[in-house]
């Protein structure tokens, strides 16, 4: 049967938005096969608008294709770890340092607010829940941080970052599923209020160096609980409790 245009779209969209939450939320393991007959029963969704949610998601790097193999989660590794974050700093002061010289009024309370939306949002669930980490929080906590960089003057940064993030946001997930006993660190949201205050103070060089420094201590978390790659070049392992 022939499935409309529109109805492919809206079919893809859901797709994509399925297997791309499972990623982020570490449902989904790094180097996973993703068998197209597979994930289109897995979500109920036909095997045209799963291939073009693979292919979509390949290109931002959260899958990847392997000739013969077909479509695969996305490996990870320490090293992409440490050049995605050097990558996000980059950009992301960068992009900071442009829209704190467009701020006006209504970005300063726009800010203000998506801040008090994070610092009240539970950011850990029920054990029941089945994941630590809440949906809520972590929408919350990515509007936050794009806010603070909307008014750098370019989309296509602001995709890129935003991409980035989404990349993140995969490591913390996955370390934290498959870490149910490590502490986890309790100082980011004091490390939000500090850079929101320093952006209201129009203090960019604090402003970009307390973003930094805060990318860097969760990479330094993070760290801890990924193994390194083998000298034979394999993918590296996360530390999984109890065995």
């Known amino acids: 049967m022939n499935i409309p245009a529109d109805g492919t779209k809206n079919l893809s969209e859901q797709a994509y938005d399925r ?8 449902a989904l393991f790094p180097e996973e096969r993703l068998q197209i007959d597979a994930i289109s029963e897995r979500y109920g969704i036909g095997a045209v608008p799963v291939r073009e949610a693979l292919n979509r998601l390949s290109s931002e790097g959260l899958v990847a294709r392997r000739s ?35 701020a006006d009024e209504a970005w300063e309370e726009a800010l203000i607010i998506s801040y008090h939306r ?19 929080w972590e929408e919350r906590h990515k509007a936050f941080h794009l806010l603070m960089i909307d008014r750098c003057g370019s989309s296509w940064l602001l995709d890129f970052c935003s991409t980035l993030m989404d990349q993140a946001v995969r490591y ?3 370390s934290m599923n498959s870490n149910p006993s490590k502490q986890r660190r309790e100082g980011a949201a004091a490390e939000h209020k500090a850079i929101l ?12 160096a307390l973003l930094e420094e805060h990318y860097r201590i969760t990479l330094d978390g993070l760290r801890t609980l990924i193994l390194p790659e083998t000298d034979g070049g394999s993918a590296p392992a996360l530390r999984v409790s109890g065995g």
């Not at 297997?19 to 570490?26: E, R, S």
């Open 197 to 208: 205050d320093a952006v209201l103070e129009q203090d960019v060089d604090r402003a970009c």
């Open 118 to 136: 994070l610092a009240r949002t539970q950011r850990r669930l029920p054990e029941e829940a089945g994941r630590e980490i809440s949906e809520e």
């Open 68 to 102: 013969q193999r077909g479509f695969c989660v996305a490996p990870i590794s320490i090293s992409e770890l440490e050049e995605l974050v050097k990558t996000r700093i980059w950009l992301e002061t960068l992009a900071l340092r442009e829209s704190m010289g467009n």
């Open 19 to 26: 297997i791309k939450g499972d990623i982020l939320n570490g």
């Open 172 to 174: 913390r997930n996955l």
